[in-house]
Structures are given as C-alpha cells and as structure tokens.
C-alpha cells in the first residue's frame, strides 16, 4: 500500500547550523510534496511543498528537492533558528476524488541557541 | 476568508454518548477531509469528500459518521467510541479537480478525550 517513510525521528542542531530530512514514497502516482511543521498544540503548516515536475524549489532559508526516480524527497533548512524548533512533516499526496495525502511519520527538530 | 474553523475546540465524552464535530470553510473549495492525530504521530487521513460525496473512506469504524450537508461544511458524528479514539481530529480542506488545487489548508483540530 501507500507508505511515505521519513528519516531521522530526531534531529538536533546548533543554530545557524543546516539542517536535512528525508523521506521516500512508495505509490509513484504521487505528484506533490508538501512539507508541514506542527508546533506544540497547533495545527500543521505548509512551509514549502514541490510538485512532480520539479526538481527543487527554493524559499528563503528553507528547500526542498525531489528525485522522482528514486521516490526521495528532502527538506533543507540553511542558518537555523531557535523558532524552527517543532515537529516536521513530509508527505505524498495523488488526485483521487479530492487529494489523498498521506504523511511521513515526522522529525522532531530541535535548534539549540 | 483562509480560514477552516472547527468547534468544538475541545470535547470529553463517556463511552456511550453521541455527539459531533463541525467544520465550516468559506473559501469555495469543494475537497473536504478528516484526519486524526494521535499524540507523537502524524495525521492519519480517514475522510474524503469531493463535491459533498464521499471519496474515501480509509476503512474508518462505524463509530465515526462522516457527512457533507453542503459544499462549506462538513461534520463527523461519533457514537460508542472507545478510549483508544482520544486524538486530535483536523478537519482540512482543498480545491478539488485537476491541476494546482492540492494544497490543504487545516483548521486547529478537535481535541477529543472519551473517558
């Protein structure tokens, strides 16, 4: 079935240090990647998201890049901040009826001041 | 108007009351979800509606009751849940049909505790 898989569970990093998820979805009719950070208590929020027929995308400190021939997709943080502390969310997401979209199973990222 | 809004914000029910969660968004998208979230976890997707019909169904027990009365809102009715269905409920919505429309937009969720 369906499966994104998400990598580390835990991430700590000194700020102003880079910081990189990763994950890798199995059903190749997958054609967009939207990245959520979840604080504690709060709902999830787009931060950045790529669609199949880009490779990378780009905004501010954060990127994202797809390979779509190995089903990778990665989250790049440059110059960490304290802020960017919370839960991060990968996903894979396919048209059928409305989107299916189904989620990585998160890092914890933690920026150390 | 970018917002979904869901009520309760919080809600504690015993075994064998029945109540209902609600969503309303006025943004014209005609995608409507359910997701539940455990603590620690991610959002596990459980509802789909496209156009207010039902399009997926993740093999949800029929404890939860979905329904779509019109294209701005969308209701989860709960009935004899157990302890185990303590979560988050997020409600999120999207354009629907073919290109750019997948972008969910989340409301701040249900906290729901069944004592």
């Known amino acids: 079935g369906e499966n994104v898989e998400q990598h580390p569970s835990t991430l700590s990093v000194q700020e102003g240090d880079s910081a990189v998820i990763k994950c890798t979805y199995s059903?190749?009719?997958?054609?967009?990647f939207p990245w959520y950070k979840q604080e504690l208590g709060k709902r999830p929020q787009l931060i950045i998201d790529?669609?199949?027929?880009?490779g990378e995308k780009k905004d501010q400190r954060i990127a994202v890049t797809l390979n779509k021939t190995a089903k990778h997709f990665s989250l790049h943080i440059t110059e960490t901040q304290p802020e960017d502390s919370a839960v991060y969310f990968c996903?894979?997401?396919?048209?059928?009826?409305?989107?299916?979209?189904?989620f990585g199973a998160g890092t914890r990222l933690f920026v150390k001041a | 108007d970018t917002e979904v809004t869901q009520t309760p914000k919080h809600l504690v029910m015993g075994m064998t009351n029945k109540k209902s969660l609600k969503c309303e968004q006025h943004?014209?998208?005609?995608?409507m979800y359910w997701y539940k979230q455990k603590a620690k976890k991610p959002p596990e997707l459980m509802f789909v509606?496209?156009?207010?019909?039902?399009?997926i169904n993740e093999s949800v027990p029929s404890r939860f009751s979905p329904e779509c009365p019109n294209s701005s809102l969308l209701n989860l009715h709960l009935h004899a849940l157990q302890p185990e269905d303590s979560a988050l409920y997020l409600c999120?919505?999207?354009?629907?049909?073919?290109?750019?429309?997948?972008?969910?937009?989340f409301g701040s969720g249900t906290q729901l505790s069944v004592l």
């Open positions: 999120a919505s999207s354009q629907a049909g073919t290109g750019a429309r997948e972008k969910l937009f």
């Open positions: 059903d190749s009719a997958s054609n967009y």
């Open positions: 790529i669609r199949s027929n880009v």
């Open positions: 996903a894979a997401s396919w048209p059928t009826g409305g989107f299916k979209t189904i």
């Open positions: 943004m014209g998208h005609r995608a």
């Open positions: 509606y496209s156009y207010e019909k039902l399009s």
